[in-house]
C-alpha cells in the first residue's frame, strides 16, 4: 500500500521555478527576458536567469547568494512570487542533495515552508500550481506530526484540483492518523463508491487499508463490513483466505470462534476454494468426525490429498480416511436416522442428520432437515439457520440462503454468517497467479 513519503522531493513541484524558463539576458531582448505572464522589477529580472540556472545545476554555493539577493530587492507581487518559487527550489534541491549523501539521515523540511506559504498565498500564483502547493504543504504537515493541519491542507488541495495516485487513500490516512478514524473510513468508502459508479478500478490496497485500520481500532462491525467489500471486490480464493484468516484465525482476529463455529469458517474456506494447507484440512476432517459425519470427513480428506495440501505420505491422513470410510460403511444409508429424526420430539437428531446430508452434498435433504430441526426445537438455532444457509446456498438458492443468514443473531455466529451470504453472493474465482 502507498503512503505518504517521507519526502516528495523530485515528483511533487515542477523544477525551476514551476516550469518557468527565463532567457539569458545576453540572448534576448528586453521583453524575453520576463517570465510569461509575469511582469519582473530591472534589479530581480537582471539576476532571474543566472539563479535559475544555478538551481537547476543544483549549485547551491553559486545559487544561495543570488537568491537571497531576488528576495532582498523584489517589490512587486511578481517579483516576490519569483522569489518565493526559487527560493522553495532551492530548498528542496538541498534537501535532495542532503538525501543522496545520506539516505539514513533525518531530514529537516521546515525551510520549505515559509515559501510554499507565500506561494499558496499569492494571488499571482498559477491556478494549475495552487493545487500542487497546499499538497506539498500538506505533506510538510503531516511529516511533521500534524496531522489535523495537513488533512486541512490536503482537503484545499483537492478543492482546488490535485490529483495523484492514491491521493484519496491518503487524504483517509491522514484524516484517521488526526483522530477521526471513522470520518477517514467513511471518507474512503465515499470515493470507492463515486470510482465504482464512474467504471474506474480501486485497488486492493484501499480496502486492505481500511480493514487494518478499522481492525487496530477495535472496530469490529466496521471491520467486518470492510472485509465483506474487499471479498465481494476482489471474490477470488487468495482475498477470501485473507479475509477468513483475518476474522477469526490470526493474532489480533475480531472474532474467538468455539469447535462448531470454526468448523463453519473451514466449510466456507473449502467453498471458497481457499484452503491454506494441511494442518487445516486435517483439523475440518477431525473436527466433523468428532461431530460424528464421517461423509464430510472424508471427502474433506480426499480433496487435501488431491489438492497436494495433505501430502501422499501422511499417516495420520491415511488413517483418519479409513477411519471414516469404515464408519461409513458401518452406518449405512441416512434414511434410518432421517425417519428418527422426524419422529423425534426435539430437532437435536434432525440437525445432525442434517449435517450428514452436508456432507454427502445432498443440499436439498440437509435443508428439509434443518428446517425440520428449527421448528422441533431443542437446537442451537443460529447454528442451524447458518446451516440451512449453507445448504441453500450451496443448492443455489440465494435468496433463502440470504433469509437463514439473516437470522442468525449474537457474535460471531452473525458474522460468520454475514461473510457466509457474502460468498453467496460473488461467488470465488481461482487465486490470481502471482
Not at 30 to 38: D, M, R, S, T, V
Not at 80 to 106: G, I, M
Not at 108 to 122: F, R, Y
Request: charged fraction near 20%; proline fraction near 4%; charge should be positive.
Amino acid at each position: 500500500m502507498k503512503t505518504l513519503s517521507k519526502l516528495a522531493l523530485a515528483a511533487v513541484l515542477a523544477t525551476g521555478v514551476s516550469g518557468f524558463a527565463f532567457v539569458a539576458p545576453a540572448m534576448a531582448k528586453k521583453e524575453e527576458q520576463q517570465a510569461p505572464g509575469f511582469k519582473l522589477s530591472k534589479p530581480v529580472q537582471a539576476i532571474a536567469y543566472n539563479a535559475q540556472q544555478a538551481v537547476k545545476a543544483k549549485d547551491v554555493a553559486t545559487a544561495e547568494p543570488l537568491v537571497a539577493q531576488i528576495e532582498a530587492a523584489a517589490t512587486t507581487d511578481d517579483d516576490k512570487y519569483v522569489a518565493a518559487a526559487l527560493r522553495y527550489d532551492l530548498e528542496n534541491t538541498k534537501l535532495v542533495l542532503a538525501q543522496q549523501a545520506n539516505p539514513n539521515a533525518p531530514l529537516n523540511e521546515t525551510a520549505l515552508a515559509k515559501p510554499l506559504d507565500a506561494l499558496i498565498a499569492a494571488a499571482n500564483t498559477p491556478a494549475a500550481d495552487r493545487g500542487k502547493y497546499l499538497f506539498r504543504r500538506g505533506q510538510l504537515a503531516f511529516n511533521g506530526g500534524q496531522y489535523a493541519v495537513a488533512s486541512q491542507y490536503f482537503t484545499k488541495a483537492k478543492e482546488a484540483g490535485f490529483n495523484s495516485p492514491d491521493f484519496d487513500l491518503q487524504l483517509a490516512k491522514v484524516k484517521v492518523q488526526a483522530g477521526d478514524v471513522a470520518g477517514g473510513l467513511a471518507d474512503l468508502d465515499r470515493y470507492i463508491t463515486a470510482q465504482k459508479a464512474a467504471g474506474q478500478a480501486v485497488p486492493e490496497s484501499y480496502y486492505r487499508f481500511a480493514i487494518a485500520t478499522a481492525n487496530n481500532k477495535k472496530m469490529a462491525p466496521e471491520t467486518l463490513a470492510w472485509m465483506q467489500k474487499y471479498a465481494a471486490a476482489f471474490p477470488n480464493a487468495k482475498t477470501w483466505r485473507d479475509v477468513i484468516l483475518q476474522y477469526a484465525f490470526a493474532q489480533n482476529s475480531i472474532a474467538t470462534p468455539d469447535k462448531a463455529q470454526t468448523l463453519d469458517l473451514y466449510r466456507l474456506l473449502r467453498a471458497a476454494g481457499a484452503m491454506p494447507d494441511q494442518s487445516s484440512y486435517e483439523d475440518y476432517a477431525r473436527m466433523v468426525s468428532d461431530r460424528g459425519n464421517p461423509y464430510e470427513a472424508a471427502a474433506v480428506l480426499k480433496e487435501g490429498l488431491a489438492s497436494g495440501k495433505i501430502p501422499a505420505s501422511s499417516t495420520y491422513a491415511k488413517s483418519q480416511l479409513a477411519a471414516a470410510n469404515t464408519a461409513i460403511q458401518r452406518d449405512g444409508s441416512l434414511a434410518s436416522s432421517e425417519k428418527t429424526a422426524l419422529a423425534s420430539k426435539d430437532g437435536k437428531i434432525a440437525s445432525a442428520t442434517a449435517d450428514a446430508y452436508l456432507g454427502q452434498n445432498n443440499y436439498a435433504k440437509a435443508a428439509e432437515l434443518y428446517r425440520a430441526a428449527l421448528s422441533k426445537g431443542g437446537v442451537d438455532a443460529n447454528e442451524v439457520n447458518t446451516r440451512l444457509g449453507i445448504a441453500l446456498a450451496k443448492s443455489g438458492d440465494k435468496a433463502g440462503a440470504q433469509a437463514a443468514f439473516g437470522a442468525v443473531t449474537g457474535q460471531p455466529r452473525a458474522g460468520i454468517a454475514a461473510l457466509w451470504n457474502t460468498w453467496t453472493q460473488v461467488g470465488s474465482a481461482p487465486a490470481p497467479a502471482a
